[in-house]
């Protein structure tokens, strides 16, 4: 068991690492050398976890949807507004989660595949807008695809234009902004009166995580 803890924890600082030297030197630029440098890791460690820098990279670019669970909601739209919040507020406060997101918006990048992040991401949106539809969150015309890909690539550009602007310190509220142009397009008026995308919802969600789980959004607040 110490010995899985231990391998768990390499491969952590690893990611960081690799994490680190992409963010500041980009992909093309950074170097095996500086990554085992950075992480302070012998080769041999490195390459039982990635097998080339490529696969290092796709390492990184998955941590932007490895997290925590997040409490259960009354409606799977407040569930849909929380991974997006939450998402935001990491992307301020996690390096970790900052690279994944540059190297998949990276077009500079060559021999890597950037579309499986937002292929899971849209993924991810499109079960959730599914089970909204399900339970009867959704107006009648929404599809559910169609909905998940114009979220991900609104999300996406977004928190490009709030890095240039002002190194993303007012995402959460340009996320908030965003959802309350939208969803009023695609859920029922009820279910909008309930939902909670409030600027800082990113940062009490993460305060939560690991704890007990909540039952409903708190009242919606602009």
């Known amino acids: 068991m110490a010995q899985q803890a231990r391998a768990i924890q390499t491969r952590r ?7 680190a030297v992409f963010d500041e030197r980009g992909y093309s630029s950074a170097t095996i050398s500086e990554i085992l440098a950075r992480a302070g890791v012998t080769k041999g460690a490195l ?25 259960a909601q009354l409606t ?17 406060h996690e390096p970790l989660v900052r690279a994944s997101v540059g190297l998949a918006m ?23 807008l599914t089970a909204a539809k399900n339970q009867g969150e959704l107006l009648p015309h929404v599809d ?22 002002c190194k993303r310190e007012d995402l959460g509220r340009r996320i908030s902004v965003l ?26 969600l993460f305060g939560t995580l690991g704890s007990v789980p909540s039952q409903a959004g708190a009242p919606d607040r602009l």
């Open 76 to 92: 799977k739209l407040q569930e849909l507004v929380d991974q997006g919040m939450l998402l935001a507020h990491r992307l301020r």
């Open 179 to 204: 959802l309350h142009y939208v969803l009023p397009s695609i859920s029922t008026p009820a279910v909008l009166a309930t939902l909670d995308m409030a600027e800082d919802r990113g940062e009490r």
């Open 13 to 19: 600082s690893i990611l960081v690492a690799a994490a």
């Open 47 to 71: 390459y039982f976890h990635f097998t080339s820098k490529e696969d290092l990279a796709l390492g990184v670019m998955d941590v932007q949807l490895d997290s925590d669970p997040l409490p």
């Open 144 to 165: 559910a695809r169609e909905t998940a890909e114009m979220l991900a690539g609104s999300f996406s550009g977004i928190q490009v234009m709030s890095q240039a602007l």
């Open 106 to 128: 990276d077009q500079a990048v060559e021999g890597l595949d950037r579309g499986t992040p937002f292929r899971a991401w849209i993924d991810r949106l499109e079960h959730l």
